[in-house]
């Protein structure tokens, strides 16, 4: 079992930046990989980040590449998202999540058996 909790969205002026937590608890944190996803209002989730167990290897989505960066910290048990240059159209619930099932630099959310309760993260224009 793993328990997700996300933290850090709030309203920012486009061109800003912030940084989401997850902090995981339960099973082994440096064992399974973690992705970022995000669901906009009326809008399909789509996935985001994803890193691997060691932190060694990144994936991103092209919408966000060279703004987000995804990284963690394992003695934490923390997965980040740094945000950067913020588009109004990142306005979104954003989750964390736990893929305990083994692959490792997956973009489907099928892929990942545990989740966070989402924070909301809203880019004003």
């Known amino acids: 079992q793993v328990q997700l909790v996300e933290s850090g969205g709030e309203l920012v002026q486009a061109g800003g930046s912030l940084r989401l937590s997850c902090a995981a608890s339960?099973?082994?944190?440096?064992?399974?990989?973690m992705g970022w996803f995000r669901q906009a209002p009326g809008k399909e989730r789509e996935f985001v980040a994803v890193i691997t167990r060691s932190g060694t290897n990144t994936y991103y989505t092209e919408s966000v590449r060279g703004r987000f960066t995804i990284s963690r910290d394992n003695a934490r048990n923390t997965v980040y998202l740094q945000m950067n240059s913020l588009k109004p159209d990142d306005t979104a619930v954003y989750y964390c999540a736990a893929n305990t099932l083994g692959a490792t630099l997956a973009v489907q959310g099928s892929a990942y058996d545990y989740w966070g309760q989402g924070t909301q993260v809203t880019v004003s224009s």
């Open positions: 339960g099973r082994t944190f440096s064992s399974y990989a």
